[in-house]
Each structure stands twice: as C-alpha cells, then as structure tokens.
C-alpha cells in the first residue's frame, strides 16, 4: 500500500507557520515513507475563499520547498460527486431528509439548555417517511445511536468516542450544498488518503468522518492530529488571530529550511539535535515523537535558526535568495562584484538576508551620501593626507587582490605612524559610506578599483568642502 497524505487547507488568507507546520508533518511523513503528498484546496466556503489566498499559499507551499505530488485539487469542483455520495447514502439508508426548520431547531436548542442537557438534533426525523408542505429539507447523517468510534492516532494513541455523544450532522444544506465533513470524507476516500496528519482542532470531527467511512464501506483513514502551535498570548494561531504568514518570514530574510528547521523542531524532537537538514529530517522524523501538547512560537529561536543556516549554507545557495532581497532593492547582482564571493565575505555576520541585502548595496550601487555620526568621526582633515597618499599607492597597486591591498594598507599607517584602524575606518566610510563592512581589504577587492578610487576622492572631496564650510573667519575647524 503508497502511503497517502494531504496538506488541505482553506484558502481563506495566507499560510501561516501554524498551517506550514501541519503540511511539513504531513509532508515529511509521505517522503519518509515513499508515499504521496496531495494539496486539496478545501473552498467550499466562497465567501472567504478567494483566488489571492489560493496563490498566497501556493506560494507560501513553493517557498518552503513542500512540493505535491498532485492537486491543487479544488473542493468547489467536485460537487457533482458529493451529491451523488450523498444519493448514495438516502439511498442505504445512512442519512435522512430532515424538514425541521432553524426555528424549530432552536427552540428545542432552548429546552435543552433549560434543562441542562448538551444541546443536539433530537433526531424527530429519523424515520420521517413524508416530506413536509413548503420546506426544503436538509440531509442528516443517521449516525449510529450506539457503541463507539475508536480512533487509533498516530500521536495521541487510542481515543475513544461514544456514538451517544454525536449529532446527526447536516451532509447537505437546504440549498443542496454540502458541508465540510461530507466534503472532507468523499475526497480522502476519492483520492486514497491512508494517513490524515492535521490539527487537533480536527479531532471532533474524526469520529463522524470515520461514521461516514463507515456507512459507506470503506475503512476510514490512518489519523494523526498534530497539536496547535500557539501565539504569545497562547491563543492558536490563525488566519483570524495573530499567525504570521510563511511568506512575510521571506520577505524579513529567512531561508526556507531555517523555517523549516524551526517549525520541525517545535513540538518533535530527536535526542538534543537542533539544526536538521531536510534529508535529516525525511529520515528521522517519527510522527510518534510529535507532542501532544501546543507549542509557543518564539521568533528570537528562529532568528537563531537563520543565522547557523546562513553561516553554514552553501555561499551559492545563499546567493540564489539574497538575488531576490537584492531586486527587491532595484539591484541587478549582475551589474557588479560576484555574488558568491559578497555571500562569503558576509556570512559570518548577517543574521537574515534581509541585512545581507542591505549591506551588500555599496557593492553594486554608488552613494549619496555618508552616515552622518560616521562621516563626522572618520572623515577629519587629519586623515586625508594618508587617505590620499593610500589612493595613489592602490591606484599603483600591481593587482587587485585583498592580500595586495591590505600590504599597501600596512605600509601606509607605517609610513604616518598610525594605527590600523585610524585609517581602515576612514577607508571604509570613503568607500561604503558607513562604519560596517567585512575585512576592509576583501571590502576593496570587491568594490573593484575603478570604483574605490572614484569614492576615495569623493571622500577626498567631501573632506576638502567640509573644511571650507566649517571652517570659521580665523581659519580654525569647529566640528
Ligand atoms: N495554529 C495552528 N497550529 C497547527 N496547525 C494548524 C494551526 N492552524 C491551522 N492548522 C492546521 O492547518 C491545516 C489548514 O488549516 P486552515 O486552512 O483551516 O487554517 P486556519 O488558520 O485554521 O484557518 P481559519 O483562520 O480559517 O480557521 C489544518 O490541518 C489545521 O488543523
């Protein structure tokens, strides 16, 4: 038998780390097994559901490199076929045209709270044989009045429900519609579900999907429910309250498989091991070893998460998604040093791509201006002798190589006597107008010559223009 499993959301909004977490579960459990992963797009809400949210989790899905095997399969398509199920369980017997109205309905709702009971269909038109003048009924399941429905979950164990404590739920609306827990049993069936891995907000409504499984022939599927990632305010995470969609960790300089990492690791575990390699997770992962209890999200872990990632990732890798931070700052990686050799000399360093980006910019695009307090600091009258004389000597400089550079840097604070940093730090103003950058020497190699000699005398400049109109009416500097 292939393993089957599914990530079946409702495309309501974005996919958000909770839901994420859910289809990495899933997902991970159909490679480990060698089975299939199948995205169902459960839409049957048209209200909410929309085409936006449809691409949001597609590419939220893609991002995180949680690729199906098939679908996206649409609930909204399928409705012909969840009307025939429901003939086909009239038809046995298993469910019932129900005519009371949503009046009626609630009235006897009323009763029963009055007099302490659960409230719950009362079942008066189970064996109901004439339709009744001017209502358009509504389909129930007839759930069996007795025994138990025993769910053997893959991470909770055996959980047991008695029939006596379950609805006749509706199948079909008035209007003929089905409902979700039709829906959800006609297409686990249909496409040969054999494991279903979601949420335990899930879990209520196993038993009567198993019925319905029943009541049809057929085994129900293998159920695992996963327990609920939870906010700050340990509320669950949800489209409506508080989640944070998989796509804005993108957008803040994540890679994927830091996310990854971080959402595997919350609430299973294997041994004290932090940092998984997807390989490492499809071969580790055992849905046993899930929590049952929720788990806290706690983004500074994650941001912990991404820094190891970006240090150790491979520099290629990491460039493939610092390019898209780039063009999201009008970059062309194309138009300056090599990417790769900009990923190594940061990675040390950047906690996200996101920073990455930002400080890579000198290296492909020229500046205004400086940083204020920096440019104030380092760029003095009394460093621009030396500045000048290390712009002659790099513009003499035999090649162009970080090692070079930082000879000629040396030589130069021999020759004033000054420490390195004294003229490393106005360098490196001069040429990325701010204090931070990697090694000064790699720095240069990277911004090429052409370019650090062009901003050498920019700051040169700077520095003359600075001292005419600062200086006061006796000639003396006053910043
Ligand atoms: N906070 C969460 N933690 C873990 N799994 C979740 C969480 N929220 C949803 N899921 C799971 O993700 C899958 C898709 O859920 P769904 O699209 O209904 O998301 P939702 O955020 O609950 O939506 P809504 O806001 O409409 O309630 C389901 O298996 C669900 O159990």
């Known amino acids: 038998m292939t393993v089957c499993t599914r990530f079946a959301p409702s495309p309501t909004g974005y996919l ?29 809400d048209r209200e909410r559901s929309s085409v936006e949210s449809v691409n949001a989790i597609l590419e939220g899905m893609t991002w995180l490199g949680l690729e199906y095997d098939e679908g996206p399969f649409y609930q909204t398509e399928r409705f012909s076929r969840y009307r025939e199920i429901v003939e086909q369980l009239l038809a046995s017997g298993h469910a019932y045209l129900c005519y009371c109205t949503r009046e009626e309905l609630e009235a006897r709702r009323a009763e029963q709270i009055a007099r302490k009971e659960k409230p719950r269909y009362d079942g008066r038109c189970r064996e109901r044989q004439s339709p009744r003048e001017g209502v358009s009924p509504v389909v129930r399941f007839k759930n069996p009045l007795e025994g138990q429905v025993l769910i053997r979950d ?54 009567r999907q198993s019925n319905i499984f029943y009541a049809l022939g057929k085994e129900p599927p293998v159920y695992g429910h996963v327990p609920m990632i939870l906010g700050p305010d340990r509320q669950r995470l949800s489209k409506r309250h508080g989640a944070v969609s998989v796509i804005s960790y993108r957008e803040a300089g994540y890679l994927p498989e830091a996310l990854l990492n971080y959402l595997v690791r919350l ?112 760029l003095k009258a009394s460093v621009r002798e030396p500045l000048q004389d290390l712009r002659d000597r790099f513009e003499k400089a035999q090649c162009w190589e970080a090692s070079t550079l930082h000879e000629i840097l040396l030589a130069t604070v021999e020759r004033y ?40 005398d920019q700051a040169l400049a700077w520095m003359s223009h600075r001292e005419t109109s600062t200086a006061t009416p006796s000639g003396h500097e006053t910043a």
Not at 19 to 44: C, N, P, Q, V
Not at 422 to 432: D, H, I, T, Y
Request: hydrophobic content about 40%; aromatic content about 8%.
């Open 16 to 44: 958000h780390v909770g839901g994420a977490r859910t289809a990495l579960f899933s997902w991970l459990y159909a490679r480990k097994h060698g089975g299939r992963f199948i995205l169902r797009m459960e839409d049957t």
């Open 154 to 207: 893959l991470v909770r164990g055996t959980v047991v429900f008695q029939n006596s404590e379950l609805d006749d739920l509706i199948l079909a609306r008035a209007d003929g519609t089905p409902t979700y827990n039709l829906t959800v049993v006609v297409d686990d069936m249909d496409m040969g579900m054999t494991h279903v891995i979601r949420g335990d907000d899930h879990l209520n409504n196993t038993p």
């Open 267 to 378: 609430g299973w575990s294997h041994g004290d091991q932090e940092v998984f390699s997807v390989d490492e997770m499809i071969k580790l992962f055992d849905i046993a070893d899930v929590n049952q209890s929720a788990s806290i999200f706690n983004p500074e872990k994650l941001l912990w998460l991404n820094q190891q990632y970006i240090k150790k990732s491979e520099p290629a890798h990491i460039a493939h998604h610092l390019s898209w931070h780039l063009g999201r700052l009008g970059i062309d990686p194309s138009e300056g040093p090599d990417l790769i050799a900009v990923v190594q000399a940061q990675q040390e360093r950047a906690k996200t791509l996101v920073e990455m980006a930002h400080n890579s910019v000198p290296f492909y695009r020229d500046f205004d201006g400086y940083e204020e307090t920096a440019a104030r600091k380092h």
């Open 417 to 456: 006597e000054l420490k390195l940093g004294k003229l490393a730090q106005p360098l490196r103003v001069a040429v990325m107008g701010r204090p931070i950058s990697p090694p000064i020497d790699v720095t240069l190699e990277l911004i090429g010559r052409e370019r650090t000699l062009a901003r050498i």
